[in-house]
């Protein structure tokens, strides 16, 4: 007897031969789905249990499945965004922080240009290490490297998150890689 190894999602894990419907398939959540003489059925095929059918193209998805699967697709890609900025910038072989408070901070003395209070220390990531930055040129370019890596992982993420939203099938979101 033939049978399908049907994951939870409804997609076909694998086939087996089992001498009777009792086997119990070793993957979590599985379930063993007879196949038909002379039904046709694969590994990656769609189950539908109502008509008791396969169907070799599982990359479709209904409507409701492709939005939510979309959805989980740009919150991954949100998640690598925020770690790109968590793991701050480097400028002159330093890493330094991205945070909010780093942030606001950059954008505080730019604002003061030439009346900052300098020298001022600046810590590094961790605050193992400071530099000095002593007129308004070294903020500006601490500030320019600070916006370049927030823009590169904000607009690359803003970039993946578009061709996400613009996929029709499950290939076309799945096509989409997020190699930050």
Known sequence: MRAAIVGQDNIVINTAAVPNMQWVPPQAGAVLVEIASGQQ????WRYDANAGTFSPDASELSPAELDAY???RCDAINARSDALIEEGFVLNGIRFALDQKATNRLLGLMILGTSAPFPIPWGNIDDSEFVTLSN???VQAMFAAASHAEAVAGLSGQALKQAVRAATTRAQVDAVQ???
């Open 41 to 44: 059925c694969e590994p990656g």
């Open 178 to 180: 997020d190699n930050r």
């Open 70 to 72: 979309k959805d989980a």
């Open 136 to 138: 308004a040129a070294d």
